[in-house]
């Protein structure tokens, strides 16, 4: 039977054994999939173990992302820009890496949101691996404006400048407008904020003032749970919608799901369990 896993640290917590068994159920597919807490500085000698007994792949989640990207051979576009890795294969001995979390972010905001991202103006808060793994989707979906701010406004410029022909190929397409601003009040006000920085799992307050907030917007937490609360919370005061990242979860599991098996699983029961407490 194949089997597969997700690495992470603390990784008692998640739903992707739950999500993936689902996903198997669900289109007749038979494999097992199992959570492992690998402690930090062992996860290269750990991944070498698991190809030697076999496992078919795994997603990686904090705080393993970037050590993920740097120990494949094998790297797609998605890793490239973002310089993060989720998701990983294993082929003939070599690991092919791949990044499905922004995928999994805009179909969550389009098609499980309804909130059409293409002439939108979006901000993008956090230049962390979180962030890298969404913002060349975000590209791609066509908002008129895009913007990147982070409390170290250098690493937000780095991570716009990397994204740079990317956004240049955009900007023709669909005239969209890749920025980096300064984490401050002259931000202005956006259709879609999204949350991607840690701030969440601190209980920190919210990083942007009420003003960055267009009339009805949707403002996005990439985590879920108790941890995107206060911010959710602080949003919905506003006026705003709010929005939690457990949609993200189950939509990049599903293009995780893709990439190993060639089928492409149905998100809407499993979402729709999972927000009955499933």
């Not at 054994?17 to 996860?43: C, K, W």
């Not at 973002?82 to 979390?101: E, H, K, P, V």
């Not at 009420?210 to 206060?230: E, H, I, K, R, T």
């Not at 949003?235 to 457990?246: E, I, K, N, S």
Request: net charge neutral; charged share 15%; glycine share 10%.
């Amino acid at each position: 039977m194949d089997s597969y896993l997700v690495i992470g640290n603390p990784v008692a917590h998640s739903k992707s054994p739950h999500i993936h068994a689902r996903f198997a159920s669900l289109t007749g597919q038979t494999l097992t999939y199992e959570r492992l807490q690998v402690e930090p500085g062992h996860f290269a000698a750990r991944m070498r173990e698991l190809i030697d007994q076999g496992l078919k792949g795994c997603n990686v989640t904090v705080p393993f992302k970037l050590e993920a990207c740097a120990l494949a051979q094998e790297r797609s576009d998605r890793v490239h820009l973002a310089g993060a890795a989720n998701t990983l294969s294993f082929q003939a001995g070599r690991i092919q890496a791949d990044n499905t979390d922004g995928i999994g972010l805009v179909r969550d905001i389009e098609v499980n949101a309804g909130q059409t991202l293409r002439g939108s103006r979006v901000l993008l808060l956090g230049a962390g691996g979180a962030a890298a793994g969404a913002l060349g989707p975000l590209l791609l979906a066509g908002p008129a404006q895009l913007v990147v701010s982070n409390r170290t406004e250098a690493k937000a410029r780095e991570l716009v400048a990397r994204h740079h022909a990317h956004a240049s190929l955009q900007a023709a397409l669909s005239r969209t407008e890749l920025l980096a601003l300064p984490l401050d009040a002259s931000l202005p006000a956006f259709d879609v904020v999204i949350n991607a920085t840690a701030g969440s799992l601190a209980g920190a307050a919210p990083p942007i003032a009420a003003s960055a907030l267009q009339p009805n917007a949707l403002v996005y937490d990439m985590m879920y749970g108790p941890a995107a609360q206060a911010f959710l919370q602080w949003a919905a005061t506003q006026g705003a919608r709010p929005r939690d990242g457990l949609g993200m979860l189950v939509e990049q599991a599903a293009e995780s799901f893709f990439i190993w098996r060639g089928v492409r699983p149905p998100t809407a029961p499993v979402l729709a369990h999972l927000r009955q407490g499933g």
